[in-house]
């Protein structure tokens, strides 16, 4: 860390960009026969980042490369975690990408995560990443050949113990994780300060509403859905609920909204002030009853509250054609115990979006 670096506020890397780089370093190996000490990685939120290479070989026909992580200010059980990437040509499946899951990597036992079953515990973002650097790097090498990539992680099993990929049904390893590449130090007392900044700002600007996200992508969403609202409007608060609500009721702030998806509102909707996965485990009881509410067959009811997630509720609520009336009833469920902690402080909406972006629904004043 520089001289002029905050402690708190460093940002890291995730498994994900680590995988990239990685697997990008090892096809630069396989493509000149030396795996480089560096190597460009582009991230999932577009900016180009140089990684170290901690470890690299080549032997014929595939190259190994080894990035470590740096998770910043906020290091999880993955901070200083070995990513692994070996890289193998393809004879008979030109242009082709595979992604494979190897030592240490978890793999996926139950539905509920957007991620095959059966399959590495690689989430689409990192997927997508992965692939795509693998092709920036190969070049015209993929005119004449196909490759298959296997992210390891040295260890890995072990570290999965410490998180709660056990109780989602993944075994055998850790995720392999992250929407930009960022590691934000969310846990940390800075960030938690720069939430309470935010909604103080926009209280000092004379602003009547503030809009709390739980991330990024939560982020994107509601900007677009409230393009009239001034910037300062919009807060991310990561996990921090409790402290950015005490804000609002502090600063006399009157209308709120909370952009969110189906995990992190089912955690608010349960009573949660902090929603970080590491906390506390989602109350799938309440996701069954939730869907009872709306009409879900009993034994999807019993199914959902044998899983671990609240997503894979989402996914059989939209099989059934009932995705629109589960998020509603979740929304109902959050003003309710919101509005009972703070009550008569502010008036609360919700807009809720998918895993893409994509808008659910809105509930709260109006849409009540």
């Known amino acids: 860390m520089g001289a002029t670096d905050r402690r708190g506020t460093r940002t890291g890397f995730t498994t994900g960009a680590c995988s990239a780089a990685a697997a990008r370093a090892a096809v630069v190996g396989l493509l000149t026969g030396s795996v480089p000490t560096e190597v460009e990685c582009l991230l999932p939120n577009g900016q180009q980042v140089r990684f170290a290479v901690a470890e690299g070989a080549c032997a014929a026909g595939r190259a190994r490369a080894v990035v470590v992580k740096d998770a910043g200010d906020d290091p999880d059980v993955t901070h200083l975690a070995r990513l692994t990437a070996e890289v193998q040509l393809l004879a008979d499946a030109v242009g082709v990408v595979q992604l494979a899951g190897g030592a240490g990597v978890g793999t996926v036992t139950q539905p509920g995560l957007g991620i095959a079953v059966g399959g590495p515990a690689i989430n689409p973002v990192p997927r997508r990443n992965i692939e795509e650097n693998v092709r920036l790097a190969a070049g015209p090498l993929l005119a004449e050949w196909g490759v298959v990539v296997t992210i390891s992680v040295p260890g890995g099993e072990a570290l999965a113990r410490r998180t709660l990929n056990p109780r989602l049904g993944i075994v055998g390893g850790i995720s392999i994780l992250g929407t930009s590449g960022i590691v934000h130090p969310y846990s940390t007392a800075a960030f938690r300060a720069s939430v309470v900044q935010g ?24 900007m677009r859905e409230l393009p009239q609202l001034a910037p300062a ?8 609920l409790s402290y950015a609500l005490e804000t609002v009721v502090r600063t006399g702030i009157r209308q709120v909204v909370i952009g969110g998806m189906v995990g992190k509102l089912t955690k608010m909707a349960q009573g949660e002030g902090i929603t970080h996965a590491h906390r506390s485990a989602v109350d799938t009881a309440l996701v069954a009853d939730i869907a009872a509410t709306v009409g879900a067959p009993a034994a999807v009811c019993a199914a959902i509250r044998a899983n671990a997630t609240a997503r894979y509720a989402s996914e059989c609520m939209a099989e059934l054609g009932l995705e629109i009336p589960f998020y509603r009833e979740l929304g109902r469920r959050v003003i309710h115990t919101l509005t009972n902690r703070y009550p008569g402080r502010f008036r609360l909406r919700l807009l809720i979006c998918d895993f893409e972006g994509q808008r659910l629904a809105a509930v709260g004043d109006e849409d009540e």
């Open 199 to 222: 909604i103080e700002v926009a209280a000092r600007q004379g602003q009547t509403s503030v809009v709390l996200t739980t991330g990024g992508r939560t982020e994107k969403f509601v």
């Open 233 to 240: 409007c919009f807060v991310q608060m990561g996990d921090f």
